[in-house]
């Protein structure tokens, strides 16, 4: 992986997460690209132009009025020269201006200026992340075509919890580094599924399970910093679509989920079945709803719902496949008869029950394949599934070459 000879601007609004672009520099330094820092006046209350003076190997901007800079380098010279600008953290009021065009100081004017896509890395007060004044302003941006990355969810430097932390150095350099077309999966076409599927029973009951969707959307989002092309399939969840996915298709029940997979599965690389499919639905739908006899047990017929990977193996062309498989009892011999049998490229087991795998924000995985394992430790899934992406990524390369 290498940025050798790119060209980004690094832009820092006023935050406390201004001290986390230190890190991003560095990362970025790391793979070679030539890193260009320009700071708001509120940025410099955080960190000082010195600290990334130092990190970058070239002189801070943050003045639009500063005479000897600007014969150095003007700030149009600055804008042509950029590749990418992202700007990390990007306040409230960052966003404010610039949804309104404004170009008050050196890096709104700067943004205003470039042809370079603009990726801006929120991060504030979760109560301010949620204000509609804000959310607006971030509808403006998004809808002009800027990348808005994240902001992650947690414990926030001013003690709340909830949405509006910057997304970390590592992840920003990750979306950078796949914009440029260089990430593992570069070029290639991931399709996830995500989340559980609901057989309905009548029109106000359902057969489900506990699948919130994340450990797929994590998926999804780690395949595109790994510069895929994504579709995600997801069953019924409340999860915002990440970041740079291509194509988002919500199903239901686990017969549309086989429909919509295997019908995106004719244009994808790698398939990656991380939903918790129904094996069973009711027999029969009632289109009514099925009255409570008082006393009298109530029977359901089930009829097995067809297996998705299986499906997909079975035909003579087929994306690598990735299943999942969640287990409460021997995780490692349910999922090695499930690779063997389903006809998959690679296993990821989780034992889940007791709060384990399902709902939970992290998880631990072990990666099972012909011929070798992984394990995978307990982690965020966010940033589990960057490592699951990576091993998928080397065991793709490795069976199609
Ligand atoms: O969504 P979260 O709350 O984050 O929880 C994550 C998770 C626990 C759901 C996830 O990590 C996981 O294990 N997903 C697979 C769940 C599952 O249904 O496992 P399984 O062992 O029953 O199925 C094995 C594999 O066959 C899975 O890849 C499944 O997508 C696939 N399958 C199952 C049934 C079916 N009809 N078609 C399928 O393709």
Redesign the pocket.
């Known amino acids: 992986m290498s940025l050798a000879q790119r060209r980004i601007l690094l832009g820092v609004s006023g935050g406390i997460a201004a001290y986390k672009s230190c890190e991003l520099v560095r990362r970025l330094r790391d793979l070679a690209a030539e890193v260009r820092v320009v700071m708001t006046e509120a940025a410099t209350h955080f960190v000082s132009p010195t600290t990334f003076q130092a990190l970058s190997g070239q002189p801070v901007r943050v003045s639009l009025w500063d005479a000897q800079a600007e014969a150095a380098m003007g700030h149009i010279e600055l804008a042509r020269w950029a590749e990418r600008i992202v700007v990390a953290p990007a306040s409230a009021d960052l966003l404010a201006r610039l949804a309104h065009g404004m170009a008050d100081d050196l890096l709104t004017t700067v943004c205003l200026a470039s042809a370079a896509p603009l990726y801006l890395a929120p991060a504030m007060n979760q109560q301010m992340w949620a204000h509609p004044a804000v959310q607006a302003n971030v509808a403006c941006l998004r809808q002009r075509g800027v990348q808005l990355l994240g902001p992650a969810a947690g414990e926030q430097a001013c003690g709340d919890v909830g949405s509006g932390r910057m997304l970390e150095p590592g992840a920003l350099r990750d979306i950078l580094l796949a914009s440029f077309g260089t990430g593992a999966l570069a070029g290639l076409r991931v399709l996830v599924?995500?989340?559980p599927t609901y057989e309905d029973i009548d029109p106000v009951r359902f057969i489900g399970n506990?699948?919130?969707?994340?450990?797929?959307f994590a998926v999804a989002e780690a395949a595109v910093r790994a510069g895929a092309t994504v579709t995600l399939v997801a069953g019924p969840v409340s999860l915002p679509t990440p970041t740079g996915v291509t194509q988002r298709i919500d199903v239901r029940s686990?017969a549309q989920m086989h429909a919509a997979v295997l019908a995106a599965a004719r244009e994808a690389d790698i398939y990656v079945?991380?939903?918790?499919?129904g094996?069973y639905r009711p027999l029969e739908v009632s289109t009514l709803k099925l009255k409570k006899r008082a006393g009298t047990p109530l029977s359901l017929k089930l009829d097995e719902?067809?297996?998705?990977?299986a499906s997909l193996s079975a035909q003579p062309a087929h994306p690598f496949l990735v299943?999942?498989?969640?287990?409460t009892h021997d995780v490692a011999g349910y999922a090695r008869g499930?690779l063997e049998r389903?006809g998959l490229d690679m296993i990821a087991a989780?034992q889940?029950g007791d709060g384990l795998?399902?709902?939970?924000p992290d998880?631990a995985l072990t990666l099972y394949w012909a011929g070798g394992e992984c394990e995978l430790p307990r982690t965020a899934?966010p940033e589990l599934a960057r490592e699951l992406i990576s091993r998928v990524a080397e065991r793709y390369r490795a069976a199609r070459p």
């Open positions: 599924s995500a989340g506990r699948s919130s969707g994340r450990m797929g686990a079945g991380a939903a918790a499919v094996d719902n067809p297996d998705i990977l299943g999942f498989a969640a287990e499930k389903k989780n889940v795998g399902f709902e939970a998880n899934k």
